[in-house]
Nanobody, 115 residues
Framework: QVQLVESGGGLVQPGGSLRLSCASTGGIFSIYVMGWYRQAPGKQRELVAVITSTGTTNYADSVKGRFTISRDNAKNTVYLQMNSLKPEDTAVYYC?????????WGQGTLVTVSS
């Protein structure tokens, strides 16, 4: 059974940075497509960034140039480096693993961008 645990959220001022981590247990991490999603209060969950098993990345337009997704297959972990944070980045951030038509989600970590 695949389990994902996010960490690294918190309160940060506008313009600041945070790095989120998502550690995976169970399964074969290296074959997963890993994604970061976020859900702001009153809004639908949206895709933030995705990285394939071969390292190809894709980003939502709203975070391009500010966020970077990466993975360390030796540590079974995916990261989201978030720079130049804005108040509109405030949300619960979730990681997702996808493979062979299946998927698994983490429990989420809250990011609050406020002065």
């Amino acid at each position: 059974q695949v389990q994902l645990v996010e960490s690294g959220g918190g309160l940060v001022q506008p313009g600041g940075s945070l790095r989120l981590s998502c550690a995976s247990t169970g399964g074969i991490f290296s074959i997963y497509v890993m994604g970061w999603y976020r859900q702001a209060p009153g809004k639908q969950r949206e895709l933030v960034a995705v990285i394939t098993s071969t390292g190809t990345t894709n980003y939502a337009d709203s975070v391009k140039g500010r966020f970077t997704i990466s993975r360390d297959n030796a540590k079974n972990t995916v990261y989201l480096q978030m720079n130049s944070l804005k108040p509109e980045d405030t949300a619960v951030y979730y990681c997702k693993a996808a493979w062979g038509g299946l998927d698994a989600w983490g429990q989420g970590t809250l990011v609050t961008v406020s002065s």
